[in-house]
């Protein structure tokens, strides 16, 4: 079964801050996802990746960067916190194949900007 | 832009009733739709995709290209149903690596009262 991990379940930043969500996948899944999920507006694409190093930006990039050293790990990380983005983060990854593999999600990070 | 839409927030039915989550797909190519689930504490998964035609913990959804719907079905519905439910449908391929980007829509609380 796949596993996709979340270093942390909850989490509080102040203002400023340059936090670090980690995500790590047990499958040797190519593709690797970061979205956003609020009330009302679903999951937003905040930016993925397909190979180690290879990064793309999604729908809300803004404030965000990521990285992809290793093919099991992929960061999100916020340059300057702020209160807009408090929220839950949610990490997925899938297969790549010329037919739509489902992607695997994360158990989520929820974060706190203060 | 590629959309995905779900019109009703909150659908509250009693056990035993049948359940219809709507979900309405902007037209653009051959999209594949796939429902997930996030029942309360877990992650989001998976519940089915319509290449696979498969009836999963009873539920069901037929694509409608005419109408751009893929609504969700369970004749009757469970205690167990409670949950927050998304539409999402493929857009675009990634080009390397294989695997496809997804738009979510806002998502639907189904509440299934006793």
């Known amino acids: 079964d796949v596993k996709v991990t979340q270093s942390s379940r909850y989490l509080v930043k102040r203002t400023g801050e340059k936090v670090f969500l980690e995500c790590v996948q047990d499958m040797d899944h190519e593709n690797m996802f970061w979205y956003r999920q609020d009330p009302g507006l679903g999951l937003r694409l905040i930016y993925f990746?397909?190979?180690?190093?290879?990064?793309e930006k999604g729908d809300i990039p803004e404030g965000y960067s990521v990285s992809r050293e290793k093919k099991e790990r992929f960061s999100l990380i916020l340059e300057s916190a702020s209160t807009n983005q408090t929220s839950m983060y949610l990490c997925?990854?899938?297969?790549?194949?010329?037919?739509?593999?489902?992607?695997?999600f994360g158990d989520g990070t929820r974060l706190s900007i203060l | 832009a590629q959309r995905v839409t779900q019109p009703e927030k909150l659908l509250s039915v009693f056990k035993g009733a049948p359940v219809e989550l709507k979900c309405n797909y902007s037209?653009?190519?051959?999209?594949?739709l796939f429902w997930y689930v996030q029942y309360s504490r877990q992650r989001l998964q998976l519940l089915l995709r319509?290449?696979s035609r498969e009836s999963i913990k009873g539920f069901t959804a037929d694509l409608n290209k005419g109408e751009t719907s893929f609504h969700l079905k369970k004749p009757f519905a469970q205690e167990e149903d409670s949950a927050m439910y998304y539409c999402?449908?493929?857009?675009?391929?990634?080009?390397?690596?294989?695997?496809?980007?997804?738009?979510f829509g806002t998502g639907t609380q189904l509440k299934v009262e006793l």
């Open positions: 990746s397909y190979d180690v190093k290879m990064k």
């Open positions: 037209y653009s190519g051959s999209p594949e």
């Open positions: 999402a449908r493929s857009r675009g391929r990634i080009l390397t690596g294989g695997g496809n980007k997804l738009t």
């Open positions: 997925a990854s899938s297969l790549p194949s010329s037919s739509n593999q489902p992607q695997h």
């Open positions: 319509h290449i």
